[in-house]
């Protein structure tokens, strides 16, 4: 059976999961469950495709969900293979226009052969329904790993980017524009690590047709749309794929996306007037050769961008060759303090000019030597302060540890100003016989070192995976066993069987917005506390739970 995934944010479901573990979401796949009106029409759209594929293949299950279409995993017995079969939902009023468009363009791409596009073997129309069928890719989209690692690499990075642009170019080269570039649409082989594109489902013809944006389809994705796109203009071409994989890289190197917003509108009106997001800004450890590629795909106008993927292949090619670039001189800050200065917003105007003139000329003083002490004579020192009521470790550069004791303050010395990220490490809670209860604490602390003291606080709200602590109380006749996350993906037994009338914390678990603790009886009876998301307090991250007698069933 196909792992399925979350049809919210895209992360893999365990099969008894009710809901996501990531997002908190229905998981729609299991019946009784919430969302189950969706699973009884999933089941019956299952049913269909069987009946049109025949007894030569056999339905699976369902791997992943869009707004107009469904995708599943399908076993070819013939040929003893795994394939992947996109569906065009039946519930969606398609005109025959859009079912034409839909076929023509699943055989322009079944025409395209490309190691970085997942190809189509065929296209069916059978029993009511539209579908096209793929090879079956054991993986994860690019889209996943950033959410649950963040930003990769430079180097990771660029492997990912330069086939993902060469299968752009041969698409464009066939005549076929993508319209939705962004991490959930690069597929990574799990067996190999390759990247492949996929999902051309709102593709477009680079022919000169016309008025085909008129078919009802959602064209593009907020957070990585071009201006142009935005606008809903008929002449968009390569060159808005190559803003959106600009977008995208934006994301891989930075961790979020240029632009953000509370609404589609709002993003999408940064696309078109907001001024450019800096990579390297954001990131100092990104080149300045891959942040100036990234800012050339994200011009406003086409004209002002790289105008093929090829010239996006070379471009990163010379800057990984190249060496590092100069570093930046004192009146080149300057000149940047300035010009930032004469773009302030109406609130920032009040501040005192004489205050930005003395910042400028201290930023000159020190380029002509005149501040050496300032520069020199000081060192670069974290301020480590450990918020957590148990011990952590700091990894300082060079492979040593720097021990914080709880509630505890430590100064580590740093080798040099700039971008560091120093690694810390907690304790796992034990249990009354001394087994460790969940799991251990540890996160990272990033930040611009400069001479002198930066100061940085450790908390439960700084680890990788956020995690909270369950303060249970017993208040029944006996011992409680404890499943916390019961019905999610990694759900974990405590065993550390809290005694009648105590209260005690049982350890670090990770934390969703649909969180549950689960208190078992030596008479297997239970009671449970569901969605703990919102009750967690944010400042200790820790909930209190009680349990009594009266609770379980």
């Not at 279409?69 to 076993?75: H, P, S």
């Amino acid at each position: 059976m196909a792992t399925p995934v979350c049809l919210q944010c895209h992360a893999m479901l365990p099969a008894e999961a009710a809901y996501c573990p990531a997002c908190g979401a229905p998981s729609g796949t299991n019946p009784g469950a919430a969302g189950s009106t969706d699973s009884v029409r999933t089941a019956e759209l299952a049913h269909s495709l069987a009946l049109a594929l025949g007894d030569g293949y056999e339905v699976r299950g369902l791997v992943g969900r869009g707004g107009f279409a469904e995708v599943f995993e399908v076993f070819d017995r013939t040929l003893a293979r795994r394939l992947a079969v996109k569906v065009l939902r039946p519930d969606v009023a398609w005109t025959p226009g859009m079912l034409a468009r839909f076929k023509e363009e699943s055989r322009i791409l079944a025409s395209l052969s490309h190691p970085n596009i997942l190809p189509i073997h065929f296209v069916g129309e059978r029993g009511g329904l539209t579908y096209y069928v793929m090879p079956y890719v054991e993986g994860q989209t690019l889209g996943q790993q950033l959410r649950a690692f963040g930003a990769l690499e430079v180097g990771r990075a660029v492997e990912i980017a330069l086939p993902v642009l060469e299968a752009l170019g041969y698409a464009h080269s066939a005549g076929l524009l993508h319209r939705d570039i962004k991490p959930d649409n690069v597929l990574i082989d799990g067996a190999t690590g390759r990247p492949l594109l996929v999902d051309f489902g709102i593709a477009k013809r680079l022919d000169g047709q016309r008025g085909q944006t008129q078919t009802g389809f959602v064209v593009g994705t907020p957070q990585y749309m071009s201006p142009e796109q935005a606008l809903g203009q008929d002449e968009v071409d390569a060159r808005s794929d190559l803003y959106a994989f600009g977008a995208m890289l934006f994301q891989m190197v930075t961790g979020a996306p240029p632009y953000d917003g509370d609404s589609s509108q709002e993003i999408v009106g940064k696309h078109i007037a907001a001024p450019v997001p800096v990579p390297h800004d954001r990131d100092a450890m990104i080149p300045t050769w891959l942040s100036d590629v990234i800012v050339r795909c994200l011009a406003k106008r086409p004209v002002d961008r790289f105008q093929s993927a090829a010239e996006v292949v070379n471009a990163i090619n010379v800057g990984r060759l190249a060496p590092p670039g100069p570093t930046h001189s004192a009146e080149q800050v300057v000149q940047r303090v300035s010009q930032a200065a004469s773009t302030v917003t109406a609130g920032e105007t009040s501040r005192p000019p004489f205050r930005r003139r003395a910042i400028l000329a201290a930023i000159l003083l020190a380029g002509a030597g005149g501040a050496t002490w300032w520069w020199t004579g000081r060192a670069a020192v974290v301020e480590v302060s450990n918020r957590l009521d148990s011990p952590i470790t700091v990894a300082r550069p060079g492979g040593d540890s720097v021990r914080v004791s709880a509630k505890g303050v430590e100064s580590i010395t740093l080798p040099e100003p700039g971008f560091v990220r120093l690694a810390w490490r907690g304790a796992a809670r034990l249990s009354a016989s001394g087994r460790p209860m969940g799991l251990i604490p540890e996160g990272e602390i990033a930040f611009v070192a400069t001479r002198g003291v930066t100061r940085r606080a450790v908390s439960l709200a700084d680890t990788r995976v956020p995690l909270f602590e369950p303060l249970v109380s017993n208040l029944t006749s006996g011992p409680l066993d404890l499943v916390v996350n019961a019905g999610l993906a990694g759900a974990v037994r405590c065993g550390c069987a809290v005694a009648p009338g105590t209260r005690i914390g049982v350890g670090f678990y990770p934390l969703y917005r649909n969180t549950t603790v689960r208190a078992i009886r030596p008479d297997g009876r239970s009671a449970t506390f569901a969605d703990l998301g919102p009750k967690v307090d944010r400042t200790t991250w820790s909930v209190g739970l009680r349990f009594e007698d009266r609770d379980f069933r």
